[in-house]
């Protein structure tokens, strides 16, 4: 049995800082609801998140329990913070700022996991770095060569846990007789609790964010009967993406962890808590996004743009749990697909209708894919987040 490992105060001090990245990225958004805004948000934030995992991780296996690492995780707060004032420019003026930010949250990063990991270290940090530099020499250009610079440190970051997983395999295999433990197979020794609890507590921290897209899409506006029942029909399409996450998924998540073999769970979390959780975030930021355009335009016809972020948004979230519940043999997965199918369709009652009646369809769709759910798979309510409560629900 694990030892317990809980997740520290400063890690989840870390967590706000890094969710004000979020935050930013969800003004920039609403900004600029077109292609070219979606596809900045869609590079800076897969980059962002690439090295909050990389921290997540971090802190599993190094614990901020030492003075001198509690410094060096408050100093990387301090860059991510950079990079999170640098968001809204990040493709502009504030490109460098962006790319110096995030390149000491890359040093500070290498540094600490030397202490878990050695010289080892290396076949993933220097990848890191070079990610790091492509984006700081991108805020240097304007149009195609920063997007190639962008796109090329993406490439960096997808092909690191490849290499990771061959240089331990090659190694295991040319030396089988020595009982040194490779990368690989430090990476794969995280406490499951831990990893669950830090990652769920994230994505709580994030839903937050559609809650305050409520208040400032309100803004000075009159608290009428119709911008009260607005906010309460964004609240209830939040409150659902919740529960299909806490009520049904956290504590089996658990419980898949701890079960899954030390060299297993690196490959698994990254499937799980790296590609699942990156259309999670980012889906519950541009339904937020939307819900801002929408609140106060909520009788009249939706411009696209903010019709398909409300529908989008949703949309990313359930994509993204369905690839989360695929990794983790959770089911059944029908009455989610069958929901991100309508929740598309929901565009056209934004635009050919009003904001409320696509706000009223989503509801419809999130909660009725939960009760047919609950019918199939019942499951009882969670209580805070599985790690933190000690409990592990059963797979229904």
Not at 149 to 161: G, I, N
Not at 262 to 267: D, G, H, I, T, V
Request: hydrophobic share 55%; glycine share 12%; net charge neutral.
């Amino acid at each position: 049995m694990e030892s317990e490992h809980r997740v520290s105060t400063l890690e989840l001090f870390f967590d706000l800082v890094f969710v004000f990245t979020i935050t930013q990225l969800t003004v920039l958004l609403a900004d600029d609801l077109s292609l070219r805004g979606a596809g900045q948000v869609l590079l800076i934030f897969t980059v962002l998140f690439w090295m909050y995992g990389g921290y997540a991780h971090l802190t599993n296996q190094v614990p901020p329990d030492r003075t001198v690492r509690r410094v060096l995780l408050m100093l990387a707060m301090g860059a991510f913070m950079v990079c999170a004032l640098a968001v809204p420019t990040a493709f502009g003026a504030g490109g460098v700022a962006f790319g110096l930010g995030y390149l000491l949250t890359v040093l500070v990063h290498g540094a600490l996991f030397t202490q878990a990991h050695g010289r080892g270290v290396l076949w993933f940090a220097l990848p890191n770095v070079l990610c790091a530099l492509a984006v700081t020499a991108a805020g240097f250009f304007d149009g195609l060569p920063a997007w190639g610079l962008w796109m090329l440190a993406l490439l960096l970051q997808f092909v690191t846990p490849m290499v990771v997983q061959r240089v331990t395999a090659s190694g295991a295999a040319a030396q089988p007789e020595v009982p040194e433990q490779t990368v690989g197979d430090q990476l794969g020794g995280m406490n499951a609790a831990h990893l669950v609890e830090r990652h769920g507590l994230l994505l709580i921290i994030v839903f937050g964010e559609s809650v305050i897209a409520i208040g400032i899409g309100v803004g000075s506006l009159p608290l009428s009967p119709g911008i009260a029942g607005g906010a309460f029909l964004a609240l209830t399409i939040a409150s659902a993406m919740w529960w299909m996450y806490f009520v049904r998924e956290e504590g089996r998540a658990e419980e898949v962890f701890a079960q899954t073999p030390p060299e297993r769970r690196f490959k698994l979390a990254m499937t799980a808590y790296y590609y699942a959780f990156l259309p999670m975030l980012l889906g519950i930021a541009v339904f937020a996004a939307g819900v801002k355009k929408t609140i106060g335009h909520l009788g009249e016809h939706l411009h696209t743009g903010p019709a398909v972020a409300l529908a989008g948004g949703v949309v990313l979230y359930l994509a993204g749990d369905l690839v989360f519940r695929a990794a983790l043999g959770i089911g059944p997965a029908r009455y989610r697909a069958a929901a991100l199918v309508l929740a598309l369709a929901t565009v056209p009652v934004g635009t050919g209708w009003s904001g409320a009646g696509q706000l009223v369809a989503l509801a419809c769709v999130l909660v009725g894919a939960l009760a047919a759910e609950g019918r199939r798979s019942p499951a009882e309510p969670a209580e805070g987040t599985g790690a933190a409560a000690g409990t592990v629900t059963g797979s229904g």
